[in-house]
């Protein structure tokens, strides 16, 4: 077992900061050893304050490198695949933030080139799973409390988007993070995706119909509405009703201090996914290294990233026709176990 695990982060924005933040002073038996950015000042801001830490610009020379134990990649999607399959030719331990790739046939071949390699290596950033209401709703379905799980009503809204987030990301980058969490709340697959736009808001940018409503129904037929609103100013939310025979589970409220000051009363609206998921990316990020330590993952797995990328082309698809889309899948290898058991750990 690796005492401390030395970890080579790609990719120095918004999450890349975020993760080495937390493997530098959050997470135990583990350190970053390497930051590559191909903007060189963010890889020299990013070590700056960790004294072993060195900063790169090419991911090549990272892997290579003789202290680099584990790759933690936090660069845009459609440079994941490159990286993760150098990484898994090394058979290093990889954190891959979503989505594993941004469509299903890339998806696959990493799939094929982790069964080749015979073991699990790939975790998939959805911190969701690792989220302590997520997890508790787990709970409530797993151990059947109020009865079989019928539907989910999900919201999913964030303040504004960066500049070039196009009308497919509001599939690809946001409602993939839904597409895992229904497989993992089911138990199961995805079998078909619907979208319906609706008026738009005029807060949008040029090109983005937003917000959206995607339908989503799984292999026992459990129903789920996704809302996603990626301009809805106010703050960031992140949502859930789910319906059972015996009653209704709701998670994702704010919940924080309620305060009464100067004439006004309430409490705060969560401004972004670093505060309402910042527990669980620790939680995620700790899990990860823990396996990482002794050579599995602690996590969503590449199967799961294949899986959600083909409902992500299936969900731009529908978003184009306006028609309910089917979700195919090539049957899940031996490596990845059975659904139910594998998505409810
Ligand atoms: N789990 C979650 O809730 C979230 C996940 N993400 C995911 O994290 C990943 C990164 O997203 P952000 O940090 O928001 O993007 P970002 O644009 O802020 O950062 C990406 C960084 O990668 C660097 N980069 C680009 N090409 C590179 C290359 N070839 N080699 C090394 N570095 C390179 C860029 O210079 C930039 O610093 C994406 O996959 C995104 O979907 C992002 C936000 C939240
Ligand atoms: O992954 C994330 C972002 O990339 C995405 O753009 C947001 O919509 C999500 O809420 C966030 O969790």
């Known amino acids: 077992m690796i005492e401390t695990l030395r970890v080579a982060v790609i990719g120095a924005g918004r999450m890349g ?60 999607g459609f440079l994941h695949e490159d990286t993760v399959l150098k990484a898994l030719e090394k058979d290093l331990p990889i954190l ?24 699990q290596r790939i975790q998939v950033g959805f911190m969701r799973r690792f989220d302590a209401e997520y997890a508790q709703l787990g709970g409530v379905i797993r151990e059947e409390k109020l009865g079989e799980l019928l539907m989910l ?36 697959e995805i079998t078909s995706v619907q979208v319906r736009l609706g008026k738009p808001t005029r807060n949008a940018p040029e090109g983005q119909h937003d917000p959206q409503h995607v339908l989503i129904e799984t292999a026992s ?24 025979e015996q009653g209704t589970v709701t998670i994702g409220g704010d919940s924080g201090p309620y305060m009464r000051t100067a004439g006004t009363w309430g409490g705060r609206v969560t401004p972004g996914f670093e505060e309402r998921f910042g527990a669980a990316y620790d939680v995620e990020v700790q899990a990860w290294a823990d396996a990482a330590r002794r050579g599995t993952i602690g996590g969503p797995s590449a199967w799961d990233g ?8 299936a969900g731009v698809q529908a978003q184009k026709t306006g028609e309910k889309v089917t979700v195919n899948l090539v049957e899940r290898p031996a490596l990845y176990g059975q659904a139910r058991e594998a998505e409810l750990v």
């Open 96 to 119: 891959c933030e979503k989505p594993l790739t941004p469509d299903a046939e890339s998806a696959l071949r990493v799939v094929r080139a982790e069964e080749k390699l015979g073991r």
């Open 17 to 76: 900061i975020d993760h080495i933040e937390r493997l530098s002073r959050r997470i135990s038996g583990a350190r970053v050893s390497v930051v590559v950015d191909v903007d060189q000042a963010r890889a020299e801001a990013a070590v700056a304050g960790l004294p072993d830490a060195v900063a790169l610009t090419d991911a090549d020379e990272a892997l290579a490198r003789g202290d680099v134990d584990a790759v933690l990649i936090a660069t845009p």
């Open 221 to 244: 037929g459990v129903l789920a509405d996704v809302e996603i609103y990626v301009n809805a100013q106010f703050g960031y939310e992140v949502a859930t009703q789910a319906v059972f």
């Open 306 to 313: 294949y899986a959600t990328a083909a409902c992500c082309e």
């Open 153 to 188: 009503h999900c919201a999913h809204r964030n303040p504004d988007t960066p500049a070039g987030f196009t009308n497919e990301m509001l599939i690809n980058d946001s409602v993939v993070h839904e597409f895992d969490v229904i497989r993992f709340l089911a138990g199961e």
